[in-house]
């Protein structure tokens, strides 16, 4: 028997159809159907000026939307040849850390609501709260913040408001290990996440996943390894794990942002003097840039002929995260309920994942498998 | 029926009637962020009705500049509005704004350093009045009142309230009656200028056997590929498509002058030497010989109306880019005997 799930349901964070073929209560195999939100956002951007396009590039994704104006600035910014100052880099980075220790706690109180332990739940969400406040003393907005632009940031922090972020996210640190450990010894929630949508290493190979989920799977591969800021000024390291199931997939973010606090605090206590913005001349150009949302690894490929955006592309995680959970995390699981959870766990954004539905000759909806199908990059 | 009387009891109860006459809500305990950005401010007293804001909003519909009524004291003042539903909050209209102060603030933006309030283009539109058959569609065309105007039987853009939306040039019918120059990278664009002039004239000059025997009614074509070109005015600024514009321009408007000088025919008679005004032509009393130095030469076609023996010859060519790309493209070439009269005075 086939159950759909969607596109409009309580379970779902998003518009999404789920299929599962069950047998029994049993889950044997499930299909995901995409195209609910298509927005066209980049066929919007086409013939834009690159100084307006950023603010678009925000509104790609609701909640990592910070990652997307820093891909796009970076890109500019390597078609021109330049880097921003040193300060600049600092505080886009502090942003970034910022952006993904509540990203990670949305994806994990939304994976502990699809289990139904919404004390945990309640909890991630009290814990995000402040990380929301940080972003907002030190960019003016919650969630679009308007806060990156090509050639730097656009305003500088001062020493209370670095101060500031300081004191929550040493609370932070000091408060939210309790709460890891309930999840980490809780027999209930232990139960219900380990081994229940389990993906194999050479799964998560096959089917090209990122982020947290493709590293709870044992790929060991991180964007931020190869960013230059990152390379050069922090010392930090890739969090990964081998089991691949649910109970993975969070811990991973959870230890994630132990990492991120991390960062941050070296970000604080190390941050340079000087500029936060320059202005760049950018030159006709085609290039890509590759960075680490919260989510994986999201990449822009850009042309332009100095003014004007001529072509933009924009691969986001989710698209391929999404992907492997239909083909290989709901291959024989339990109960329809715990499916349901092991959606949740890939922390699934439609939002960013559906700006462009790719068709065969016919007219057909086609499947995902590689970027040589999009029609502008051949 | 008993939870209905129980209801009446407790609306007929002094101390709810007390308590709802003076209930209110509770005074506000969420407090603003010294750096929230909310929706942007507008002081209509500093508008200029540039159209900045206008030209950068990236939401559509998000801002639009209005005018008051005018009256029989005054105009009506211009001034942007900002509609609440379509803005973003993204601040970038503030940091456009030219004004000082400024006339729309928004959050801190306004702390923004002067140079980074420009607009979003680096072309500047003018009316070539040579080539301008006054039918006047871009002063229809155009956004902005008052940016181009009519004066003195001459169409002219005024520069300061210009926003550099190109409804002038799209809607111009002439070819090169508007010109959008670019104004940023004005060496580079100099270059290219001079490096594709040079390159014209040495391809004519390879030529210079055929042309000299052209008679006055013969017309003597070839073409020249642009690939080389291209590769080479690359090399000094990567922007193709100021490349492909200062191509067009040149070939539209260049008209290039060649003079030919066959020392065969001279009989040493110096008069050019007196007519010319440049001092390009010199005599040479030890060896016998006129000389020309073409590096200093107008091409004025003097020494060709001077001379009553037919020394110099005076050509002109034109120019037309085909077909309008940088790839495969090839300048068209025509030469052609001068009509000037020879032998004057």
Known sequence: ?378 | MSSLIWYLYEFARKSWAESFAVARTNPEIVETPDRFRDFPEVFPEHCISCGACTAACPAPNAIRLVRSEDTAEEEGKAYPVINHRGCIRCGFCAEVCPTVPKTITCGENHLIREEFTILPTDRMFVIDDYLCIRCKKCLKACPVPGAIYEEDNKIIIDQSLCIGCEECLNNCPVKGAVKGIFISHIQEQKEIINLVVNTLEESIERKRDDITHLSDEEVYKFDLSITELVERARSILANDELILDTFQKITDRLKLRIVTWDEDKCKKCRLCVDECPSGAITYDEKENVIKRDTKKCLRCSTCYQTCPFGVAGYFVSRFLLDPTSLEDGVIHITVKASQLPIGAD
């Not at chain 1, 699981?333 to 960013?352: E, G, H, K, L």
């Open chain 1, 1 to 378: 028997m086939i159950l759909p799930i969607g596109p409009i349901h309580p379970a779902l964070k998003e518009p999404v159809r789920l299929k599962l073929k069950t047998q029994g209560e049993r889950v044997i195999s499930a299909e995901i159907d995409y195209g609910y939100v298509h927005r066209g956002i980049e066929r919007v951007m086409q013939g834009k000026t690159w100084q307006k396009g950023i603010f678009l590039a925000e509104r790609v994704c609701g909640i990592c939307s910070y990652v997307h104006t820093q891909t796009f600035a970076e890109t500019f910014e390597k078609i021109a040849g330049e880097k921003v100052p040193l300060r600049a880099q600092y505080l886009r980075s502090l942003t970034n850390e910022l952006d993904r220790i509540q990203s990670h706690f949305i994806a994990n109180s939304t994976y502990f609501k699809a289990l139904e332990h919404e004390t945990l739940f309640m909890y991630m969400l009290h814990l995000r709260e402040p990380v929301m406040d940080a972003i907002e003393l030190l960019t003016g907005n919650r969630v679009n913040m308007g806060w990156n632009v090509v050639g730097g940031v656009r305003m500088d922090a001062e020493e209370k408001h670095l101060n500031s972020i300081y004191q929550i996210i040493t609370n932070l640190e000091n408060e939210y290990d309790k709460y890891v450990e309930m999840f980490d010894e809780g027999p209930l929630v232990s139960l219900r996440s380990r081994d229940v949508g389990k993906m194999s290493k050479k799964d998560a190979i096959k089917g090209r996943a990122v982020g947290p989920i493709g590293r709870a799977s044992g790929l060991k591969h991180d964007v931020r390894e190869d960013h230059h800021t990152y390379q050069d000024e922090f010392d930090w390291k890739v969090i990964w794990r081998k089991e691949g199931d649910n109970y993975a997939r969070t811990m991973n973010r959870f230890d994630e942002i132990r990492e991120s606090i991390k960062i941050i605090k070296q970000i604080v206590e190390n941050i340079p003097p000087g500029d936060v913005r320059t202005k760049i001349d950018i030159p006709a150009g085609y290039t890509d840039w590759r960075n680490e949302a919260p989510r994986g690894e999201v990449s822009y490929f850009v042309e332009t002929n100095g003014n004007l955006i001529k072509n933009i592309s924009i691969r986001t995680p989710s698209i391929m995260n999404i992907d492997v959970c239909g083909k290989y995390m709901l291959q024989d699981v339990a109960t329809v309920a715990d499916a349901v959870a092991t959606y949740a766990s890939v922390d699934p954004c439609v939002a960013c994942t559906e700006r462009v539905v790719i068709l065969n000759e016919k007219g057909e909806k086609k499947e995902f498998d590689g970027l040589h199908n999009v029609k502008y990059l051949k």
